[in-house]
């Protein structure tokens, strides 16, 4: 699959509505794309114990969406199977009064993963330019009054492309992903969750306001994808209305990214060979 399709070009102006949300990209069946996700994963597998022995890069996925996108089962689906030790997930709710006192970036810095893991934002700062600009929260954030400009949606993006090289001059691989849904496909989600007792836990009234909110939901994903897609952290809009596919491409991406990494099992130096043939040496003594 070519994942070129997806990315979003830096500089670009996207228009999202035009972007399509039941792509399936060739895929003919929900099988097919399940038996390449499962030969993805085990592809994944192998390069993320190469990022952990090398205890070199790190990897930060992002993601956003709008509600029943399918976030959760995207990050369950894609990350199944790998090393736990070597993924960390955190969900980005709304910020509590302690992280209200700090700077807005100051959550996240705790959540980024430690060379050599996978770190994954459920959510994540981009929030801060969509719900935040959405519901105009910034009021809440305690920022001085006198700091806040007309500009600050724009300072924000500048902030956050400056966050995002900062992270990647040291180290640390960033990939973005959109997932998404069209507002029908988001309705016939919301009234299977319920309708199905089993997923009833799923549905919060909450998802219902925030639907009325859409256009602008849409107009500020569009504004923050265009000005915040780099080529060191680049944004991905998946079509999420088939979540089969949704996986397949992320996971895709995912893969395309890490075998391009040099990234490679950390080698021995001489006087290590020596040891390592002097303990097998012991050990093969052993009576
Ligand atoms: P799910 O519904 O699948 O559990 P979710 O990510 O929607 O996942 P919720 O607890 O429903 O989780 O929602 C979290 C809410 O927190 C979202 O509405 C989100 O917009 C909000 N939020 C996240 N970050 C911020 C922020 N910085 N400022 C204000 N609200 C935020
Ligand atoms: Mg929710």
Known sequence: MSIEKFVIKPNSKIDIS????????????????????????????SLQDKLYAEDKYSMLLIFQAMDAAGKDGTIKHVMSGLNPQGTQVTSFKQPSAEELNHNYLWRINKALPERGRIGILNRSYY????????HDLIKNEKIPKELISNNIWNQRFKEINDFEKYLFDNGTVILKFFLHVSKE?????????????????????ADIKERQYW???????QEAISATSKKHAP??????????????????????????????????????????????????SEK
Not at 128 to 133: K, N
Not at 244 to 269: G, H
């Open 185 to 205: 496909e988001q309705k016939k989600r919301f009234l299977e969750r319920i309708d199905k007792k089993s997923k009833n836990w799923k549905f919060s009234e």
């Open 215 to 221: 256009d602008e939901y849409q107009k500020c994903y």
């Open 18 to 45: 035009k972007i399509k949300t039941d792509d399936t990209n060739g895929y003919a069946s929900k099988e097919e794309a399940k038996k390449d996700l499962t030969k993805n994963i085990k592809k994944m597998i």
């Open 127 to 134: 929030e801060e330019v969509l719900v935040v600009r959405v």
């Open 235 to 284: 944004w991905f809009i998946i079509p999420a209305d088939h979540k089969w596919f949704m996986r397949l491409a992320v996971s895709e991406i995912i893969i395309e990214t890490m075998s391009k990494l040099p990234i490679n099992y950390p080698s021995l130096n001489n006087e290590q060979l020596k040891n390592l043939a002097e303990c097998k040496k012991k050990l093969e």
